[in-house]
């Protein structure tokens, strides 16, 4: 185990607005970085880059890199994945040109940006920096398990891939209309990405998980609410150690629980089934328990994508009956999902 | 999340038998590394070699650097630490020229070998490796959560560095004393050095926990015991992730829970009071029983070094009778940690 450090630490931190890449990437379906901040940073997102080849869009202006940099651009995001997460060699003449004009670089792939040694000797002549946001910083702290001052809710999972980021999304935007000073707090690439800066908790060495999540939503005013964007499931055969990390260091006073009702074992992971909600909400509360001991649940956000509009809403009634809590799915949106706002204030 | 790999991946070997260095170290408390290789495994170590300073022995023979060559000795072990786990300057000149008499250096400090210049360039001469046994191998999977063969035990604790490590290396020797074919698997710098391999689960990075757990105690025989040493707690505020993915990867079949009774407070936290043995048994048996059903508490390892004979006997004593379930104190040994053993195999 490590010894607690006296440091400072902080989370990333990314030079928005941004220029987002699309590469040659033919399909929509690898862009979802690109569309995920069009959705939910656009205000962030002075427009869009394609090269030959690429047919999807955001729906942002197509700029070149001098009109990008004209527009206020401060770093050119690579807004698409392709097969084992490479770096495209099509993309770094584009790449490159773009640090020359004056942008850093911002990537979420596998491949660190500085192992393409023409995109290394580039940021090394032009001063640009190279940014992975899959690379934690390098001075996180041990938790501390101190008690900060400020609101935190958290989203949790029954598993991975099922809406813990949207949820956060939503209920950030939901707060901000209602005039309430929130933050939401990216644990993971693409929310990281969209929010301009976080913590990629799964890179994260196991001994310094918790104290990740403690400098990820430090102390704030006592009104002020951090809205936490879940990783994994306590119940995931690989990735409960990330969960149970996140939930440590985070000490949130509330959390969404999210769920898929039509998954029915753990994504990836053959013989395991799916936890239930109230087993979700009944080990987060006692787990994240131990360092903030008025945790509560309230509310469930269900991802109903898979069922017809009439069968959603009569899941999502059956789901509030059942529970007796607010059940609400956050992209059908409605008076449930003001419901649930209302009880994470409440 | 990472995508699970189909690579086959080892955990940590070092080459034995070992020299134990001492450097010019004055306390014998700052040469714990080196006292429990001598009392775990004083049959892989062919002597130690110190410096003008020390003033401390471990009982086995001084031998020069040729002598221990000759002896058979496959690296040299730094088996002192000092203030901020750095390497000592006086230490050097030793230190290379056992490169050069034919040994592998192997550091379970802090500051890395390679990062000492002339401990490098001395390896590139001569060739032999510069072996930190914090570093974890660099392709670790994610967990599978597939059930594999063979029995395994894990150590849990209320607690870090309370006894996890002395209790399975106890039951390891205890169980190759009624001839039963057991290893001893090792997850913390001075474990891996009495091992000669394991994972330093600290250090290993969050999304790939579990799975680190899984490749230290692969398939084995069906008859073949894995005694594995437990890290951290659930119940610590900071280090909760490390025990779970080692919970969870390593799938134990039994477990024995660590407790000293004399500690009130969880180690370096103030405000987090020690849970109860029957917190940690419930607890443990919820989160485990995700990767193995079948998992089951077989007793409890009573660190009772705060306590006379008379006093540890008693509280032994009343907490069997209180729980239910055998409770010894591996260093005091005797019939009760018999019975613990016999319990770990019924």
Redesign the interface.
Known sequence: ??A?TGRLAESLTLPQPYLLFLGDTAEASFGKTALGLADWARDRCVGELSLPGCNFTTGLPRLSLDEARAAGARSLVIGVANQGGVIGESWLPTLVMAMEAGLDIVSGLHARLASVPALAEAARRTGRRLIDVRVPPSDIP????RKRSGKRLLTVGTD??LGKKYTALALHRAFLARNIDADFRATGQTGIMIAGGGMP???????F???AAEILSPDAPDDHWDLIEG??S??N??????S??LL?GSQPDVFVVCHDPSREMVL??D??AMPSIEEVID?TI??GG??NAAIRCVGVSLNTSAYSEAAAAALIAAEQARLGLPVADPIRGGPAFEALVESCLS
């Open positions: 185990m490590n607690p041990v938790a501390t398990g991975c891939a908790m799964d890179a994260v060495v196991s001994d998980e918790a104290g990783q994994g306590l119940f055969p690989a990735y409960a150690a990330v149970l990390g440590h990836g992971f013989g395991y080990l006692r787990l131990r360092t």
